[in-house]
T-cell receptor, first 113, second 112 residues
Framework: QQQVKQSPQSLIVQKGGIPIINCAYE??????FPWYQQFPGKGPALLIA?????SEKKEGRFTISFNKSAKQFSLHIMDSQPGDSATYFC????????????FGTGTKLQVIP | DTGVSQDPRHKITKRGQNVTFRCDPI?????LYWYRQTLGQGPEFLTY????????KSRLLSDRFSAERPKGSFSTLEIQRTEQGDSAMYLC??????????FGSGTRLTVV
């Protein structure tokens, strides 16, 4: 059973655009929602994370929006750059334990110059 | 380099052979995780160590898979009698109790 659903599967935007990646989760016990960025041949790298007691978090050009009642969260990348071209994974986990992370299926983003 | 180190980076093996991968976590991290990632998918949890204790194994980890972390430092993942379905990227990650993961670059296994 897939517990974190991610869309779209792929996304192409022009430089300066604002790509938006959406995720939905099923387990209401999840209380930690990280996003990871992965370049080809590399492991995923933690980008930004949010807990459900806030509705939005910004770090640089990356913003997470969180809707607890809808069990949805999204990543926005402001002023996107070609260097942002990568695969992005949303994820969810339970804190207070060992933080086993459940990942979405990924979104391949291409930013065109 | 203070990141998570995995060795080898690539491994090609014949079906039926045994393979072993090594992970060196960030030195102060007490938690170590193994994940498997197939093409076009997100990483899937395999197993978790806190110090030297293996605290959980996924149902994905069949009897052919075994992981160890003998002194609470580096870890090894062994796959016996490899099958073509074992072809994947095997990722190791480490963390402190309250931090997010730091992943290594992975070991790409190809079973021919």
């Amino acid at each position: 059973q897939q517990q974190v659903k991610q869309s779209p599967q792929s996304l192409i935007v022009q430089k300066g655009g604002i790509p938006i990646i959406n995720c939905a989760y099923e387990n209401t016990a999840f209380d930690y929602f990280p996003w990871y960025q992965q370049f080809p041949g590399k492991g995923p790298a933690l980008l930004i994370a949010i807990r459900p007691d806030v509705s939005e978090k910004k770090e640089g050009r990356f913003t997470i929006s969180f809707n607890k009642s809808a069990k949805q969260f999204s990543l926005h990348i402001m002023d996107s750059q070609p260097g942002d071209s990568a695969t992005y994974f949303c994820a969810a986990s339970l804190s207070g334990g060992y933080q086993k992370v459940t990942f979405g299926t990924g979104t391949k983003l291409q930013v065109i110059p | 380099d203070t990141g998570v180190s995995q060795d080898p980076r690539h491994k090609i093996t014949k079906r039926g052979q045994n393979v072993t991968f090594r992970c060196d976590p960030i030195s102060e991290h007490n938690r170590l995780y193994w994940y498997r990632q197939t093409l076009g998918q997100g990483p899937e949890f395999l197993t978790y160590f806190q110090n030297e204790a293996q605290l959980e194994k996924s149902r994905l980890l069949s009897d052919r898979f075994s992981a160890e972390r003998p002194k609470g430092s580096f870890s090894t993942l062994e796959i016996q009698r490899t099958e073509q379905g074992d072809s994947a990227m095997y990722l190791c990650a480490s963390s402190l109790e309250s931090d997010g993961y730091t992943f290594g670059s992975g070991t790409r296994l190809t079973v021919v």
